[in-house]
C-alpha cells in the first residue's frame, strides 16, 4: 500500500521514514510537450541529447550551430558529474523562491550554455514553466539523499534539500502545476519575472 511522505506537512513533527513507501517531490522546468512527459517520465538529458538541445533552441543568425555545439561541448565536460540524475525539491515553495530559475530559464545545463552565449533571455520564452509534483518511490532514492531526512522533518528544515534519482516514472507523476504570479530573477538583480 502506497504511503508518501509529504515534508511540507510534516515539518517539526517525529517521522520514521520505514513507514513511507514514497516520497513528495518537485521537478521545476519550462514544458514545451506535456504529452512527452506523461509519456516519458522525466529522464536525464544523455551528453548526445543535451547539447542537440542547446543546438535546437539557441542556434540563430547571430550563433551559428558549431558556435552553440562548441559551447554547449565544453559546458558538458565541465558539469557532466551532474547530468545523469533527475533532481527534485523536496518542497515547491523553494522552486518558487531561491531555486526558481528552473521556471525562469529551465535546465542548468541549457542556463550555462546561454549565459556563456549572452542569449540567456531566450530561454524565458521557451515551453512554459512548470512544476510536477511527483511520488517516488523510497527505493529508488540512495542513502545519500535520504541520510539525515527523519532529523530535517523534525526540525523543520528541508526547504533547501533535494534529491536526485535515476529517473521519474510516468506514473510517479501526480500533478503538473502552472504557476502564475511573479518570482524574482537571481540573474537580473532579482528583478519580478512574471510567471504566468
Known amino acids: 500500500m502506497k504511503k508518501v511522505l509529504i515534508t511540507e506537512k510534516s515539518k517539526g513533527r517525529k517521522i520514521t521514514l520505514s513507514n513511507y513507501t514514497h516520497i513528495r517531490a ?24 543535451a547539447i542537440e538541445d542547446a543546438v535546437k533552441k539557441l542556434s540563430d543568425e547571430r550563433l551559428t550551430e558549431d558556435d552553440v555545439r562548441a559551447q554547449a561541448e565544453k559546458v558538458w565536460e565541465k558539469y557532466s558529474i551532474h547530468s545523469h540524475k533527475v ?7 523553494e522552486l518558487l523562491g531561491d531555486a526558481c530559475h528552473y521556471l525562469i530559464y529551465g535546465s542548468e545545463f541549457l542556463n550555462a550554455v546561454a549565459a556563456d552565449l549572452w542569449c540567456r533571455d531566450k530561454l524565458k520564452i521557451i515551453g512554459k514553466p512548470t512544476i510536477i509534483a511527483c511520488d517516488v518511490p523510497l527505493s529508488t532514492v540512495s542513502d545519500t539523499w535520504t541520510n539525515g531526512l ?12 533535494s534529491i536526485a534519482v535515476d529517473r521519474v516514472s510516468p506514473e510517479d507523476m501526480v500533478d503538473f502545476i ?5 518570482v524574482k530573477d537571481p540573474y537580473l538583480g532579482y528583478a519580478n519575472y512574471k510567471l504566468g
Not at 178 to 182: D, I, L, R, S
Open 150 to 161: 527523519e532529523q530535517a522533518v523534525k526540525n523543520s528544515e528541508t526547504s533547501m534539500r
Open 178 to 182: 502552472f504557476p502564475t504570479g511573479y
Open 26 to 49: 518537485y521537478h521545476a522546468c519550462r514544458i514545451e510537450d506535456i504529452e512527452a512527459y506523461k509519456k516519458n517520465g522525466i529522464v536525464p538529458f544523455t551528453e548526445q541529447s
Open 87 to 93: 533532481w527534485l525539491s523536496l518542497e515547491q515553495s
